[in-house]
């Protein structure tokens, strides 16, 4: 029988550059640890990671602190990580629901784009998985993963998203 895995969830940040990924799963791996999910990004230059890595029991949030440590100071720029305990009953449920889709929004930046579409989605009861934003050729483009399960009438939203757009 295999003995039960502790789990975290670790916010990496840095300035970017190449190799930053190799260190901290380079760290995570020397403590036994298997990373499940992972997203990262390059945001204007600053490198970010967000992962949940289970371990054996006797790992704990400290010593993780202690081994990214360790990978800090053998790095040319600073990493910054923040370590969590994962709640068990989150991570057991699947990463992506049935009623997941994609939603992209276009327009002119400005500020208060993405609040504006997140507080559509609350209002409709629309969960948000996922959100990319980048600015291309003066237009601001937003690409969401939603989750639809929460919703009465995929029909109304729509029609409620249309109006919301104009």
Excluded: W
Excluded at 28 to 42: C, H, K, M, T, Y
């Amino acid at each position: 029988m295999t003995e039960q895995q502790t789990h975290f969830v670790i916010s990496i940040t840095s300035r970017d550059r190449v190799g930053i990924i190799h260190e901290v799963t380079k760290a995570i791996s020397e403590l036994g640890g298997n990373i499940a999910d992972i997203r990262q990004s390059v945001l204007s230059g600053y490198f970010t990671m967000i992962l949940l890595a289970s371990f054996p029991p006797n790992t704990t949030q400290r010593s993780i602190e202690r081994k990214l440590a360790e990978a800090d100071s053998n790095s040319e720029s600073a990493i910054e990580a923040v370590v969590r305990t994962a709640e068990e009953q989150l991570i057991t449920s699947a990463s992506m629901p049935e009623n997941a889709y994609v939603l992209t929004a276009t327009g002119h930046d400005r500020i208060g784009f993405v609040a504006t579409m997140a507080s559509f989605c609350a209002e409709h009861n629309i969960n948000i998985i996922d959100l990319s934003t980048t600015i291309s050729d003066g237009a601001y483009v937003m690409i969401l993963i939603v989750d639809l399960s929460r919703i009465a009438s995929i029909n109304d939203m729509r029609r409620d998203l249309q109006q919301f757009s104009q």
